[in-house]
């Protein structure tokens, strides 16, 4: 009987790494983001089934963070977050500008911060003194 091959992986399909990686929640949801540009590969578009290779660098575009990253390592399977970490490398400059879209967002004032929740008593014979009720 053979022995399954144990060596490591040198490529590998580019969702299902980034999927492994944890920067998607799904193989699909990769899948989608490539088809939409929002994953370049050495500043190209790509397909989902592309290859990706340690040292090839990634270009991402998830929510509203911008990565540009570097592959270390390759995984067949989504493991627990510090292992997904150790497969990429950030730039110095994608993560200061990350950290600075991070603060930015914190500043904005959110809209649902201006709404508090039921009018108070106080407030309800404001608005109906307001509408004439």
Do not use: C
Not at 50 to 60: I, K, Q, T, W, Y
Not at 87 to 106: F, G, K, P, W
Request: net charge positive; proline share 5%.
């Amino acid at each position: 009987m053979k022995e399954p091959n144990k060596t490591l992986l040198d490529k590998m399909r580019l969702d299902k790494w980034l999927w492994a990686a944890r920067f998607f929640k799904t193989r699909s949801l990769a899948t989608q983001a490539i088809e939409q540009g929002r994953v370049n590969l050495a500043g190209e578009r790509v397909k989902p089934a592309r290859e990706v290779r340690p040292g090839d660098r990634l270009n991402l575009h998830v929510g509203d963070s911008d990565w540009t990253i570097t592959v270390r390592a390759l995984s067949m399977q989504r493991g627990p977050a510090p292992v997904a970490q150790a497969l990429y490398e950030e730039d110095a400059a994608s993560h200061a500008r990350r950290q600075q879209q991070v603060s930015e967002r914190e500043l904005a004032a959110s809209p649902a911060a201006a709404i508090k929740g039921r009018p108070t008593k106080r407030d309800r014979r404001l608005i109906h003194r307001f509408t004439d009720e």
